[in-house]
Nanobody
Framework: QVELVESGGGLVQAGGALRVSCAAS????????MGWFRQAPGKEREFVAA????????IYSDAVKGRFTISRDNARNTVDMQMNSLKPEDTAIYFC?????????????????WGQGTQVTVSS
């Protein structure tokens, strides 16, 4: 069993930056793809970014491409996401997720481990 714990959320003004982190425990996630999803009030959970097991391939939603960067440190069993040029529409709870597979995926059903989420609020 894998436990994922997110940290680093907070309140920031539009145009600012935040870095969210995800720490995995229980077993290594170095063989698996990892992703970030987000859910805003009244909306469905949506894909944000994903990274394959080695960190060599990343994918992003169109909404965050060019502004967010996902990375991983397999030695530390962590996955981070740097979020720059934040917009009010980025306000959501951000969830870290561990995939069933080694690749990077934007399909929510391919993820079997989920963290509790961290709140990111961007003020205008």
């Amino acid at each position: 069993q894998v436990e994922l714990v997110e940290s680093g959320g907070g309140l920031v003004q539009a145009g600012g930056a935040l870095r969210v982190s995800c720490a995995a425990s229980g077993r290594t996630v170095s063989n698996y793809g990892m992703g970030w999803f987000r859910q805003a009030p009244g909306k469905e959970r949506e894909f944000v970014a994903a990274i394959n097991w080695s960190g060599s391939r990343t994918i992003y939603s169109d909404a965050v491409k060019g502004r967010f960067t996902i990375s991983r440190d397999n030695a530390r069993n962590t996955v981070d996401m740097q979020m720059n040029s934040l917009k009010p529409e980025d306000t959501a709870i951000y969830f870290c997720a561990g995939s069933r597979w080694s690749g990077s995926s934007n399909v929510v059903n391919e993820y079997m481990y989920w963290g509790q989420g961290t709140q990111v609020t961007v003020s205008s």
